[in-house]
Nanobody, 122 residues
Framework: QVQLVESGGGLVQAGGSLRLSCTAS????????MGWFRQGPGKEREFVAT???????SYSDSVKGRFTVSRDNVKRTVFLQMNSLKPEDTAVYFC????????????????WGQGTQVTVPS
């Protein structure tokens, strides 16, 4: 069984920064890609970023250049550094463990955290 616990969300003004963390337990964390997704109010869950076990990163176009994903396999933690935040970044952010298939689809992930709220007022 895998448990993921996210933290670091909050309210931040436009242009500000937040760093999300996601700590995993119960799985071979270092061998699996980890993803970040988000779900804004009234929207579907969407891909944000992913990082493979070897550290290869991928981002959605909407966050590329502003967000950075990283991981510490010893601490079993994946991070999402979010800079230059915009009101449209407001969402619940989820981390997930990749199972198989494309990194860009939520159906490719088999374990999810509970989510952490990020709010950027307009």
């Amino acid at each position: 069984q895998v448990q993921l616990v996210e933290s670091g969300g909050g309210l931040v003004q436009a242009g500000g920064s937040l760093r999300l963390s996601c700590t995993a337990s119960g799985a071979a964390f270092s061998k699996q890609a980890m993803g970040w997704f988000r779900q804004g109010p009234g929207k579907e869950r969407e891909f944000v970023a992913t990082i493979t076990w070897s550290g290869i990163e991928s981002y959605s176009d909407s966050v590329k250049g502003r967000f950075t994903v990283s991981r510490d396999n010893v601490k079993r933690t994946v991070f999402l550094q979010m800079n230059s935040l915009k009101p449209e970044d407001t969402a619940v952010y989820f981390c997930a463990v990749h199972d198989s298939g494309s990194f860009y689809y939520s159906r490719s992930y088999n374990y999810w955290g509970q989510g952490t709220q990020v709010t950027v007022p307009s």
